[in-house]
């Protein structure tokens, strides 16, 4: 697999669900992804559904009319096809691949530490890039959400994590995130490691990654919360159903145009 320490070139595009796919709508997302594309193939991959069937329909007419270049299909129904040849040939020069929505989980025992995520990897580290939406975008992190109760107070024993496939360190990853009422288990996740950032994204929102940089696009918000000056919290301590307790918890709400740098945790709105 490729070396974790390599300084990727390319861009993220996470998108927090139910993004704009009307031919008829802005398409404010997805026309960014196209452009960032820059003509190039693109590659849709629907591992995360267990019935992608649709999927690639919508996508293609979403598409079709926003410069980017031809649209295949990348599914994986089972571990052991991840390294079929004619799956790996789908992403020989691609110039972008995108993620859509389902479970998170399929993602990651489908294709992780496979070819497949390899070839992702790589593209990534060359300056392509690499979109997901929904549980699209929860797998970019190191570590992921993949269950805990939405719109009410977090529970210290309600929350499930998996490893993620990493292509962002020190985050993670929550989506679906007003429409849901998910401040409750972001809040709950940055608690059990306040070294990472919660990034709550809104649905037809987005971040656009660079580097250690990022901007807002779309009509919604993004939540960042930053657990590094917790003076309190309970989540060691307290039993399974307690709810959680968390003192001088910092958050930020970014909407389109605002930047936010993940190394300095610091917002920014450039004028």
Do not use: W
Not at 96 to 107: A, E, K, P, V
Not at 220 to 232: I, K, M, P, Q
């Amino acid at each position: 697999m490729a070396d974790q320490e390599t300084t990727p070139r390319g861009t993220l595009i996470i998108i927090g669900g139910h993004e704009d796919r009307d031919p008829k709508g802005k398409r404010t997302i997805l026309r960014e992804f196209a452009r960032r594309s820059k003509g190039g193939k693109v590659v849709l991959a629907t591992v995360a559904s267990h019935q992608p069937e649709g999927y690639f329909d919508e996508y293609e007419a979403a598409f079709a009319d926003l410069e980017s270049g031809e649209l295949v299909e990348l599914y994986v129904e089972e571990r052991s096809q991840a390294s079929d040849r004619d799956k790996l040939d789908v992403l020989d020069d691609a110039a972008g691949i995108f993620f859509s929505g389902g479970d998170q989980l399929r993602i990651t025992s489908q294709i992780g530490d496979t070819r497949i995520e390899d070839k992702v990897r790589r593209l990534y580290e060359r300056g392509g890039v690499i979109a997901g939406t929904s549980a699209g975008a929860s797998v970019m992190s190191e570590t992921m959400l993949v269950q805990g109760t939405s719109r009410e107070t977090h529970r210290i024993g309600d929350l499930h994590m998996a490893p993620g496939m990493g292509l962002v360190r020190d985050v993670i990853i929550d989506q679906h995130f007003a429409e849901r009422g998910r401040m409750g288990r972001l809040l709950g996740a940055v608690a059990h490691n306040p070294r990472v950032l919660g990034l709550g994204i809104d649905e037809d929102t987005a971040i656009v990654l660079e580097g250690d940089r990022f901007e807002v696009i779309g009509s919604g918000g993004v939540y960042v919360v930053d657990g590094s000056h917790v003076t309190y919290c309970n989540v060691a301590e307290a039993r399974a159903e307690c709810s959680l307790s968390m003192h001088d918890v910092r958050v930020h709400v970014l909407s389109s145009g605002d930047h936010f740098d993940l190394k300095a945790r610091q917002p920014s709105h450039p004028r």
